[in-house]
């Protein structure tokens, strides 16, 4: 499974870049936001650090729109991917942009049928949104498994990038389940590294190694 960092913070993308472990990044209009700078600044940037799939995504709502600043975001670098929700104008544009080469991520998707629709369109990924659908007492994982299921059935090209993940076992079951992707916010990253049983014997390796005689 790939692990996208789901973030706009190039430190926090640096950070996680530095250890080897990041694919690609998923940012969206609210993460942006926190970035304080322009969406085509900041996605540039993350081109520069990170060389794997970049989803930068659309504001717009109709048709013209996304298209206009889906086809503005994809200029930006070859690695760019163009986030589109997931509403009728946004898979009339993800046909387009797939006859035109541009990958495309459908996001906000929480029912196994929205996933089906945008495979057909030709989106290049799929975000199901497990831990906003366990906020509302949903089973966010079994959108996944649906997903994939159903992807697999059909010989579906599309693949399914867990999103909104908020634990390490929203993790542990996206790759048992084989979505392709799953995209993590930082602290989850870090959240995967620990374990008690390395810090305590760490902690006693290097209490020991004190004790080694030096030459
Ligand atoms: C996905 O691409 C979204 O950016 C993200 O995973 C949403 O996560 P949230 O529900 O924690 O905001």
Redesign the pocket.
């Known amino acids: 499974m790939q692990i996208f960092i ?1 973030s706009a913070d190039l430190n926090e993308i640096r950070d996680a870049a530095a250890m080897g472990v990041i694919d690609g990044v ?3 209009p ?2 942006v936001a926190k970035a304080g700078r322009p969406l085509d600044a900041v996605i540039r940037d993350i081109c520069e650090v990170v060389d794997g799939p970049i ?1 930068a ?1 659309v504001i717009a709502t109709d048709l013209e729109g996304i298209l206009k600043e889906g086809r503005t975001l994809a200029k930006i670098h070859p690695n760019v991917v163009v ?1 589109v929700p997931l509403i009728a104008d946004g898979l009339r544009a993800v046909k387009i942009f797939s006859s035109e080469g541009i990958k495309t ?1 459908v ?1 906000l998707c929480f029912s196994a049928v929205q996933g089906m629709l945008a495979a057909k369109a030709g989106a290049t990924y799929i ?1 199901p ?4 659908i366990d ?1 509302i007492a949903g089973e966010g994982m079994l959108l996944v498994e649906q997903l994939v299921e159903i992807y697999r059935n059909y010989g579906y090209a599309t693949q399914v ?1 867990a ?4 634990h390490p076992v929203h993790v542990v079951r996206s790759a048992e389940i084989g979505a392709h992707v799953a ?1 993590l ?1 930082h602290k989850v990253i870090h959240q995967l590294l620990k374990h008690p049983l390395t810090d305590a014997g760490l902690a006693t390796f290097l209490a020991d190694a004190k004790k080694i005689p030096q030459k």
């Open positions: 789901d998923t940012t969206n609210s993460l989803s995504e986030k991520n996001t975000s949104f497990v831990g906003r906020d990038l999103a909104s993940i908020r995209t916010p």
